[in-house]
T-cell receptor, first 114, second 118 residues
């Protein structure tokens, strides 16, 4: 069965520091995709970054990068130079190739301290 | 591009009434729309998947007669919470997959609807 695990329920990070949010996954599909979303207190889901299972390079989008370790089945999100506005819930999700649903992790609540 | 609207953003209703939530893809055609429910401090829980012109597929444990989903066009899906009760109070989010474009499997999310049943 496909599964996403986020082991950090909450994290406190000092402003301007880098932060790594953990995500491990389990799937037997050879083709899959991994997404990270940010959900601020307003509730909207904001797409951050995507990594395809066949992508050779780690994905990057501005201050966001994805540390993709395929053999270890991990897809950690790295936020460089954290800002107060980064405080939010962060969800890791995996595309199910069988029905295109997204499998969701439990989320990590990130709080950036000034 | 790829904007999804959801209306209303917030609704308060009395127990026993029905509430309709609309989800629209504004600038693309959505082959599939998803409805999620989210409890405080928890992850998204998929309620159902709907394809235009066909019956929605509900996840195990979701009452079909309680949560009516209609996907009448490629840009509109509605969720009706029938005879709402306080335990139905939650944050409901819709998402849509584009007929063309976007990342493989990418879902575009609406801003959510906060339902409070008194």
């Amino acid at each position: 069965a496909q599964k996403i695990t986020q082991t950090q329920p909450g994290m406190f990070v000092q402003e301007k520091e880098a932060v790594t949010l953990d995500c491990t996954y389990d799937t037997s599909d050879p083709s899959y995709g991994l997404f990270w979303y940010k959900q601020p207190s307003s509730g909207e889901m904001i797409f951050l970054i995507y990594q395809g299972s066949y992508d050779q390079q780690n994905a990057t989008e501005g201050r966001y990068s994805l540390n993709f370790q395929k053999a270890r089945k991990s897809a950690n999100l790295v936020i460089s130079a954290s800002q107060l506005g980064d405080s939010a819930m962060y969800f890791c999700a995996m595309r199910s190739d069988s029905n295109y649903q997204l499998i969701w992790g439990a989320g990590t609540k990130l709080i950036i301290k000034p | 591009g790829a904007v999804v609207s959801q209306h209303p953003s917030r609704v308060i209703c009395k127990s026993g009434t029905s509430v309709k939530i609309e989800c629209r893809s504004l600038d693309f055609q959505a082959t599939t729309m998803f409805w999620y429910r989210q409890f405080p401090k928890q992850s998204l829980m998929l309620m159902a998947t709907s394809n235009e012109g066909s019956k929605a597929t509900y996840e195990q444990g979701v009452e079909k007669d309680k949560f009516l989903i209609n996907h009448a066009s490629l840009t509109l899906s509605t969720l009706t919470v029938t005879s709402a009760h306080p335990e139905d109070s939650s944050f409901y989010i819709c998402s849509a997959r584009s007929f063309s474009g976007g990342l493989p499997g990418e879902q575009f999310f609406g801003p959510g609807t906060r339902l409070t049943v008194l």
